[in-house]
């Protein structure tokens, strides 16, 4: 975002950016280990760790559930035999 905003000093109409440079810093497994052994992460956490990026992932819900249930059943009713259908979730 790039903001300016406008402010007077003695009179005279000065311009300011208000921009911040943001660092990212990666992390390593040794750092993510770290935070599951200092709680900030546990197991009901869905996150990964991807290429030094902490990753939330999303929750199946009882919708999601339902739909791989479905397709699972329409694709085997299409393809009978002539494939195998694995479903994971």
């Known amino acids: ?3 300016s905003k406008k402010f007077v000093i003695f009179g005279e109409k000065q311009s300011m950016s208000t921009t ?3 660092e990212k810093r990666l992390l390593t497994c040794d ?3 770290a935070m599951i052994a200092a709680g900030i992460l546990d197991e009901e956490d869905n996150v990964e760790l991807l290429n ?3 990753i939330f992932k999303a929750r199946k ?3 999601h559930a339902g739909t791989v249930t479905r397709l699972n059943h ?3 009713l299409l393809l009978h ?3 195998i259908v694995s479903v994971a979730s």
């Open 1 to 3: 975002m790039n903001a």
């Open 20 to 22: 911040a440079t943001l």
């Open 31 to 33: 750092d993510y280990h």
């Open 52 to 54: 030094g990026e902490l």
């Open 61 to 63: 819900t009882p919708l």
């Open 74 to 76: 329409v694709l085997h």
């Open 81 to 83: 035999s002539r494939s």
